[in-house]
């Protein structure tokens, strides 16, 4: 079972005027994975998410940090510059995988500028603010998830075998 934290980017959120719902939605759905050591909200700026995410990785040594909110085209949205930031590898096909599904949906998917990426054993990845996106697109990565885990946390074989 892997570390996962959770980080909620939302101004109103960190200031108490909105109830995150998108967390606790994250929560649930990766039980199957592990244990969600480390939970935060906080506000749309790009210095206070960067030093979220490093502490949690570097300091917390989770395995997985799934961010929310903030990868739209609004001036406050930070999490996608903040991510590549902190990250040292690009992971670009979660991402993908994200918004290829979403497309199915809406076309408003092509407007994320959601990205992921690992910072040393840490897989960081960022999902949309609303509850029924980031149902989707967790839905559509969850599966993958346990064997790039695997094989980030050194736990895993090569991945040779056609599937």
Do not use: F, W
Not at 43 to 58: F, G, Q, R, Y
């Amino acid at each position: 079972m892997y570390r996962i934290g959770i980080i909620t980017v939302s101004d109103k959120g960190a200031q108490g005027q909105r109830v995150d719902e998108s967390g606790p939605s994250i929560r649930e759905m990766v039980k199957t994975l592990g244990e969600v050591t480390s939970y935060q909200v906080v506000p749309d700026d790009l210095d206070i998410l960067k030093e979220a995410m490093i502490n949690m990785s570097d300091k917390e040594k989770v395995n997985l940090i799934l961010t929310t909110g903030g990868t739209g085209l609004s001036p406050r949205d930070n999490t996608p510059e903040a991510t590549l930031a902190v990250i040292q590898k690009e992971v670009p096909g979660l991402a993908e995988a994200m918004r290829s599904e979403s497309m199915k949906k809406t076309n408003r998917a092509m407007l994320s500028r959601a990205v992921a990426g690992t910072r040393n054993s840490t897989l960081i990845i960022n999902l949309p603010g609303s509850v029924k996106a980031v149902r989707e697109c967790l839905a559509v990565i969850l599966p993958a998830l346990p064997h790039g885990l695997e094989i980030l946390s050194g736990k895993g074989g090569e991945c040779g075998s056609a599937e």
